[in-house]
């Protein structure tokens, strides 16, 4: 089975800081990837699928790539609103393996 | 508008059975692609079970012959059935369905809720 392996487990920026979180597949995924971010005590909720593409509604300061092994999830210019955990995940054929999920907390 | 209500999340001793149940509004299960996601208490997210359109199933290693994904088209229902459950089973369990277009095909696009299942003695 491929392996999600999410890097760091955890982070500390600032307001306005750009914000980088990485996700490697055991294998090449293609671009079948999927970023989610989950609040405390809320639902996750999709942010990118395809690698690249983003969820509609999702603010343009989110940005995904990767292809294959290697793929990135970027957010420009952390605002308050996204303090919160994301997770990467291998989707389309089974199994549909989750990353260990990054937090991103307040310097 | 898409809406997944799931229940059937209690309180059961380990080596108990329960049945989870996702009910769906705003389509047909029958057509799409429907998952089944946990989330233990302070841990991440753990995919558990798929169902495709077409019926095939499939299951994490971690459930594998204890859990079993099913529909019911008629009541346009998911439903999990778990048994010989573990401690290590407690978690929030999601439903999930995948998205509209073909490129959000198979994505864990619209999420219910969630129930708790606890698992202990």
């Known amino acids: 089975d491929i392996q999600m392996t999410q890097s760091p487990s955890s982070l500390s920026a600032s307001l306005g800081d750009r914000v980088t979180i990485t996700c490697r597949a055991s294998r090449g995924i293609g671009d079948s990837l999927a970023w989610y971010q989950q609040k405390p005590g809320e639902v996750p909720k999709v942010l990118i699928y395809a690698a690249s593409t983003l969820h509609p509604g999702v603010p343009s300061r989110f940005r995904g790539s990767g292809s294959g092994t290697d793929f990135t999830l970027t957010i420009s210019s952390l605002q308050p609103e996204d303090f919160a955990t994301y997770y990467c995940?291998?989707?389309?054929?089974?199994?549909?393996?989750f990353g260990q999920g990054t937090k991103v907390e307040i310097k | 508008e898409v809406q997944l209500v799931e229940s059937g999340g209690d309180l059961v001793q380990p080596g108990g059975s329960l049945t989870l149940s996702c009910a769906a509004s705003g389509f047909n299960i029958g057509v799409n692609y429907m998952t089944w996601v946990r989330q233990a208490p302070g841990k991440g997210l753990e995919w558990v079970s798929v169902?495709?359109?077409?019926?095939?199933?499939y299951y994490a290693d971690s459930v594998k012959g204890r859990f079993t994904i099913s529909r019911d088209n008629s009541k346009n229902t998911l439903y999990l059935e778990m048994n010989s459950l573990r401690v290590e089973d407690t978690a929030i369990y999601y439903c999930?369905?995948?998205?509209?277009?073909?490129?959000?095909?198979?994505?864990?696009?619209?999420w219910g809720q969630g129930t708790l299942v606890t698992v202990s003695s």
């Open positions: 999930a369905r995948d998205g509209p277009s073909s490129i959000s095909y198979y994505v864990a696009y619209f």
């Open positions: 169902m495709y359109a077409d019926g095939s199933r």
């Open positions: 995940q291998k989707y389309g054929s089974a199994p549909q393996t």
